[in-house]
T-cell receptor, first 117, second 114 residues
């Protein structure tokens, strides 16, 4: 069975600080996909990134960066120079290979990020 | 492009009543998912369809819950009879079958059962 753990329930930082959100996953599949979604106070779920298990290259998108380490089963998310608008709940999620016929997402419990002005 | 459309956005009803939640996936997407979000259990899959056929309904809590997808552009999630513990935010998401494309979520239906 697959599992996603986000050990940090809530993080509070001051604007312009860097912050890293941790994600650890478990799966028996050799092919899988990892995702990050953002849920702002308005409630919608916004897709941020998807990585497949064969691509361990780190990714940067503006102030966002992701560090995928298969050896430690982690897919961490860093926000550089945080802003108040980054305040949200962030979810890490896992999807098994399409070969298993199961493409639904297993979500972590989320990390609430509060960025204070 | 229109995203996933869910209706209603909010629903308040008394226990015992039938509740129907609706979802219109993104045009061209052939996989549709229903998730439920609660404080206690977080985000969990209820059921998902591929090409209008239910593939995995193992997350459906009990027989009071049912879901249908009569065509590629419409799905319903029905609760009958509703109970206070069904209060949650229900999300619909859609994607193309092509290998694990990101799921696009609707804005959710906030359901309150009194």
């Amino acid at each position: 069975a697959q599992k996603v753990t986000q050990a940090q329930t809530e993080i509070s930082v001051v604007e312009k600080e860097d912050v890293t959100l941790d994600c650890v996953y478990e799966t028996r599949d050799t092919t899988y996909y990892l995702f990050w979604y953002k849920q702002p106070p308005s409630g919608e779920l916004v897709f941020l990134i998807r990585r497949n298990s064969f691509d361990e290259q780190n990714e940067i998108s503006g102030r966002y960066s992701w560090n995928f380490q298969k050896s430690t089963s982690s897919f961490n998310f860093t926000i550089t120079a945080s802003q108040v608008v980054d305040s949200a709940v962030y979810f890490c999620a896992l999807s098994e290979s399409a070969d298993t016929g199961r493409r639904a997402l297993t979500f972590g419990s989320g990390t609430r990020l509060q960025v204070q002005p | 492009d229109a995203g996933v459309i869910q209706s209603p956005r909010h629903e308040v009803t008394e226990m015992g009543q039938e509740v129907t939640l609706r979802c219109k996936p993104i045009s061209g997407h052939n996989s549709l998912f229903w998730y439920r979000q609660t404080m206690m259990r977080g985000l969990e899959l209820l059921i998902y369809f591929n090409n209008n056929v239910p593939i995995d309904d193992s997350g459906m809590p009990e027989d009071r819950f049912s879901a249908k997808m009569p065509n590629a552009s419409f799905s319903t999630l029905k609760i009958q009879p509703s109970e206070p513990r069904d209060s949650a935010v229900y999300f619909c998401a859609s994607t193309q079958t092509v290998t694990n494309q990101p799921q696009h979520f609707g804005d959710g239906t906030r359901l309150s059962i009194l």
